[in-house]
């Protein structure tokens, strides 16, 4: 988030950080211990609403400034960026549908994480879609490309340090939607379209230097995703 001065920047960093790690290690082996525990099914039907909400408006609150200013400037220059988000996109999608298809063909199908989604999706309706469609891609772009992705860069201009940034970052966006209880390699494998899309999503935020891009070609491929 560029408006932010470097240390109050990495206040922030370090507060989300800390919040988002607890939260998902919380739903990763807190939510499920409870449900074991307690006959609450209707606690598994709000675990990723409550996390991407509260998640969503922490991050609104803290980056309030530098997400107006952005919102400003896509709509003064919308058509520059919409051809970005459309050609990104379209790249985007190419590449999780080809590497989806080649990891089928060789055994490997969804991540454990995309079938409990599509399982919760089915199971509990529209209010996992808008999760899943627009909160979840609003509040992960913010965290992955805004926060982590600008953190590792740095305020530098160097091509090799934000090429490294983009490649790291991606990959932690990835990593982190496999599970952690019931990690594999081939879980870890069945996530490349995710590793594809936040390789495609960094580039663009990198190029565009605003979040909206990232989220709204992050929103059109989960809406695909899930209605599809």
Not at 65 to 79: C, G, H, Q, S, T
Request: hydrophobic letters at 55%.
């Amino acid at each position: 988030m560029k408006e932010y001065k470097i240390t109050d920047y990495k206040k922030a960093c370090l507060l989300l950080v800390i919040f988002f790690w607890g939260l998902l290690t919380y739903f990763d082996f807190g939510a499920p211990i409870l449900v074991k525990l307690f006959p609450l099914e209707w606690l598994v039907k709000y675990i990723d609403p409550i996390f991407y909400g509260s998640f969503f408006l922490l991050m609104v609150i803290v980056f309030r400034k530098a997400l107006w200013k952005d919102i400003k400037d896509f709509v003064r220059n919308f058509e520059k960026y919409l051809d970005r988000v459309v050609i990104f996109g379209f790249i985007a999608l190419v590449l999780m549908v080809a590497s989806a298809i080649y990891l089928d063909s060789v055994g490997i199908g969804d991540s454990s994480n995309q079938q409990a989604l599509d399982e919760a999706v089915i199971r509990y309706g529209a209010l996992h879609i808008i999760t899943i469609a627009v909160i979840g891609p609003i509040v992960e772009e913010i965290f992955y490309r805004g926060i982590l992705f600008g953190f590792l860069k740095g305020r530098g201009k160097s091509i090799v340090r934000s090429i490294a940034a983009i490649l790291l970052s991606s990959m932690i966006f990835a990593f982190s939607h496999t599970s952690i209880i019931d990690f594999s390699v081939t879980d870890l494998l069945a996530n490349i379209p995710i590793l594809m899309l936040g390789l495609v999503v960094t580039t663009l935020y990198w190029r565009a230097d605003n979040i909206f891009c990232p989220i709204i070609v992050h929103i059109v491929i989960n809406t695909i995703g899930t209605l599809g």
